[in-house]
């Protein structure tokens, strides 16, 4: 086989993509991505030398080489870049610091356990890093169980990266975050770890998820408000316009502000509708709304859109030759032909005049909806509601909580969650967060005295105030456990940020979880077998026994 990945829902028959992805993604950028995850691990293998102490001595240099760190693994996600020129630059930088930290480590005289190992002490050169990105992948690990136990910590830290990126966007750090990954990176070297302690890394690595949710959280919310119950408009306006895709609400913010007074109104698509909710971006007239919805419809959508769009993130659908000339991309997401927007100098913003002078040569979009959308309820507006939700709950008048966050998807399969949704009974409230939602977001399911039967509380790093309100909801009640409370998860996965919320819950002691459409190719049947004995896992079923088995 030419490549072999399996990361991703979609993978090809639920078993692994081996000839090119079905994200668009090629064999030869699929093994420059294992390269990539291979030469972090030869970082990791020196950077573990150096201590916290040290870390904070030299607090700028190691803090760009932890953003190094989470810029690598980010650019991996599925839909995230298909660049290889950005790959083959990304590995030799790699190297390149991999061979200066070897040397700082020696002028220390730090003994550094795997030095000798491949991952440690490979070079490439452009006519054979095709070659060696070939032997490096998933399938080098020969047994079944530890492969399963290394590819699930390595997509949780995936995940984990790709929150702290946009944390350190916003000036939030955590140095034991990363020196957790170089941990979990160097274990998938070590052939003498049992299965019961890459069990327990797995599960460190929910712990430091639930830290990075936090951590984004905070940043989130301490640069722009705390989101507010917001009613989304999804028409659109007579004018000029850029549609902005991904997660970055830093990127969300500069360009708000380089476009005010132009004429170019700003629409969000996909997982940016959260921004939506924020306060610090309700003072700007020309932001619209709201278009479209999930990633996987953008081929469409941005097709219709008209004007310029923006990717800061995943999930990026190789552009078709209609609108790829307008599309641009930014931070870790690349794509070969696809204008690409650099990162700002510190201190500066990001340069979108491109963007913003294409757009007023375009035309305005074109109307695929009326009417509006509600969500806006994180952690903190949910709280200021926990009189009228606990009244409900004690009157009878709300007898289940649904957790239905995650990722949507192409799969034909996924419209079980419509119709999950739509076939839950009115006595019940459905709490998610994710590009999920688009499956039953516009659904007019009503509401329970006030309270909307849907409850958006974000992307999908904001599963970290379901959580919360999960843990609110458990001290109100006086409970032992937040497995007491009337709350079932029906998950919809995708990729690997939908993982590490996984990992967090697991983490949090949260057993009973429903995951779909599919369980995940990665895991082994003895893995699955381990997380069913010890969390109650399980996969779903007919929407009729679903709603039975899980609803009553």
């Known amino acids: 086989m030419s490549m072999f990945c399996f990361q991703c829902q979609e993978t090809m028959k639920n078993t692994g993509c081996t000839v090119n992805g079905i994200c668009g993604k090629k064999e030869d950028v699929a093994n420059l991505q294992d390269l990539l995850i291979y030469s972090l ?25 932890d953003k190094f760190i989470a810029e690598s693994f980010f650019s991996t996600i599925t839909n995230a870049n298909f660049d290889r020129n950005f790959f083959i630059k990304t590995i030799n930088k790699a190297i390149e610091l991999r061979e200066m930290l070897k040397k700082k480590v020696a002028e220390f005289g730090m003994e550094v356990k795997f030095a000798d190992h491949d991952a440690a002490t490979f070079t490439v050169t452009n006519e054979n890093i095709d070659a060696k990105a070939a032997t490096v992948g998933v399938l080098t690990t020969e047994n079944e169980d530890v492969r399963s136990l290394r590819e699930l910590l390595i997509y949780g830290l995936k995940g984990m990266a790709a929150y702290i990126d946009h944390a350190d966007r916003l000036g939030k750090t955590n140095k034991e975050i990363v020196m957790f990954m170089e941990k979990a990176l160097i274990s998938t070297l070590d052939d003498s770890l049992s299965v019961d302690e890459m069990v327990g890394l797995v599960l460190e690595c929910g712990k430091f998820g639930v830290d990075a949710m936090a951590l984004l959280d905070g940043a989130n919310t301490s640069t722009y408000g705390h989101p507010e119950i917001t009613e989304v408009n999804i028409g659109v306006r007579n004018n000029p316009a850029i549609l902005i895709s991904g997660h970055d609400l830093k990127d969300m913010e500069e360009l708000l502000e380089q476009t005010k007074g132009t004429g170019v109104d700003v629409y969000t698509h996909g997982e940016m509708l959260p921004a939506n909710y924020y306060p610090a971006f309700k003072k700007y007239d020309h932001f619209v709304g709201n278009y479209g919805n999930a990633w996987w419809l953008q081929d469409k959508e941005f097709a219709s859109f008209n004007g310029a769009v923006i990717l800061t993130t995943n999930c990026l659908v190789p552009p078709k030759k209609s609108y790829i000339d307008r599309v641009f991309t930014t931070n870790s997401v690349g794509f070969d032909g696809v204008q690409h927007i650099e990162e700002a100098k510190k201190g500066e913003q990001k340069d979108f005049s491109k963007v913003i002078a294409l757009a007023k040569t375009l035309p305005s979009p074109t109307e695929i909806e009326t009417g509006s ?81 849907v409850l958006d509380a974000g992307q999908c790093n904001d599963s970290y105030s379901l959580v919360l309100i999960a843990l609110k909801l458990q001290e109100v009640f006086g409970l032992d456990s937040v497995n007491d409370l009337p709350i079932v998860y029906n998950i919809a996965w995708y990729e690997q940020k939908a993982v590490i919320v996984l990992l967090a819950l697991l983490h949090l002691g949260v057993k009973n979880i429903h995951l779909g459409p599919t369980l995940p190719a990665f895991l082994s049947p003895n893995v699955i077998d381990v997380l069913v004995k010890n969390f109650n896992i399980g996969g779903i079923g007919t929407v009729e026994d679903d709603i039975k088995n899980l609803i009553g």
């Open 373 to 453: 959308i509600v969500g806006g309820f994180a952690h903190e507006q949910v709280f200021a509601l926990a009189d009228k939700v606990v009244d409900a709950v004690k009157s009878g008048a709300i007898k289940k909580f649904v957790v239905m966050a995650g990722c949507d998807g192409r799969q034909k399969g996924r419209s079980y969650y419509t119709e999950f949704a739509e076939a839950l009974p009115q006595d019940s409230v459905i709490l998610t967060a994710g590009c999920a939602k688009f499956r039953y977001n516009k659904l007019n399911l009503g509401d329970i005295g006030g309270i909307p039967r």
């Open 41 to 65: 691990k030869g970082i990791a293998v020196f950077r573990s030398a150096v201590s916290l102490e040290i870390r904070n001595q030299y607090a700028d240099e190691c803090g760009e080489l």
